[in-house]
């Protein structure tokens, strides 16, 4: 059996899309409130549902009810997460992402001390976990930031926003890190080329110059404030380990003309800009070169290289959904992913949100990832949104789920025996959440079914997917009985 003992296996969810509570115990407004789910809005247009404006921002702080802000009411976690853990614990989860929201140990961002109210949250979440035997994986940043630091600084294209994201991790270390030994400083960190708003609080109206250009300055000030606290860390808890997290977007030329190759491989080198500095500890060349002869340059400050070489990460995390493929023909049919547009694999089968199926794909970015940087490999989202049908009898037959993650586990275990090392697999998600593109209820993800639509409506009651027992048996058996 290639997988080692330590193997830790669970699921991940995100402060953002699961506790809601959006106005308790002191939370200040963040970025996740402003996003709006749109009942009439093609669910496939990510454009629309995450264009934000100053006006936008306006008119949702305006509207304090939750109906159409799903991630406002999340599945109500802030509540309900002793239940949650208790179900967890029954399929036998040894690890559980969760992520801290920023605002709510500083409900501004600005502040000098935290919010004990949201320390203590926290601090009951992770005490509940142990009692479970769960092992915490924590990302400081997960699509969450105080909605101030974006009205006040534009987010991460202000520099100023290192220091006060290193106070805010300087608490966390502090006040949890007895309880916590994984660690992450942001969620899928070159996200924020993507989504500026979501992942780096950009607001493009505010910004001076191109939106290239503002993304690629904050991508560095947040790699910058990676590596900060990566050093803090090895200082205050030399025992903990703290990870990188990227979306793997494993790409393929469509043909094999040598154009399509060439296209691919130079989207590979921007798709490994962020994780070749955490895990590599430097800038690729050919990635600085490529972007400044699209006129966009990294303010790289005195000392900023020797923090980011001194300080790479202990393991390498990443999300695994999809692959992509890469063709130079603008002809060809196209299809949505995971925050992305690319085109679409005549090979593959696609979710009802465009999201290609390639378990093989899996695999090979294992492989790809290890081979580039021999660090540990941690897959902390993998999984499909589908819509569930809730039957009379209350249950879910959700043997496409069970097939998706079946099929992408058998692909891990040969990429481990092949000699990849890795420390875990935390599926996306472990229980229904609200959806990040969409914001809607009715893209599901988890082994429990939470009754509440995309509006909010229902009980909010748990219950477990056939796929429940069959995770608890995959557990059980070390991943020897997909
Ligand atoms: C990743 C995010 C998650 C998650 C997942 C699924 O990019 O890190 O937060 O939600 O995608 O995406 P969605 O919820 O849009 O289906």
Known sequence: MPLPDTFLWGGGIAASQAEGAWREGGRGPAVSDISKYRPNADPKDYAAQHHVSLASIEEAMSDPDPTFYGKRRGIDFYHRYPEDLALFAEMGFTVLRVSIAWSRLYPTGEETEPNEEGVAFYL??????????IQPLVTLAHYDAPLHLATTYNGWTDRRLIALFER??????????????????????DSVLRHPFTSGAIIEELVEGSLEQACYTALHHQLVASARITAMLRELHPD?????MLTMLTTYPLTCHPDDVAATQAKDRLMYHSSDVQ???????LALRTLAQRGVTIP??????DILRENTVDFVSFSYYMSMTESVDPTVE????????????PYLPSTDWGWQIDPVGLRISLIALYDRYRKPLFIVENGVGMRDVLTDDRKVHDDYRIDYLRSHLAEMIVAVDEGVEM???ACWSPIDTVSLSTSQMSKRYGFIYVDQDDEGRGSGERIRKDSFDWYRKVIASGGTDL
Do not use: Q
């Open 240 to 244: 903990a380990k703290l990870g990188c």
């Open 300 to 305: 790289i400050e005195p000392g900023d290289l």
């Open 124 to 133: 009951a979440l992770f005490e509940n976990m142990r009692v479970h035997g």
């Open 423 to 425: 420390l875990g697999y």
């Open 334 to 345: 196209r299809t949505p992913g995971n925050t992305v547009f690319g085109v679409k694999n």
């Open 168 to 189: 805010f991790a300087r608490t966390c270390f502090e006040r949890f890190g007895h309880l916590v030994k994984l660690w992450l400083s942001f969620n899928e960190i």
């Open 279 to 285: 895990a590599g500890g430097e800038y690729s060349p």
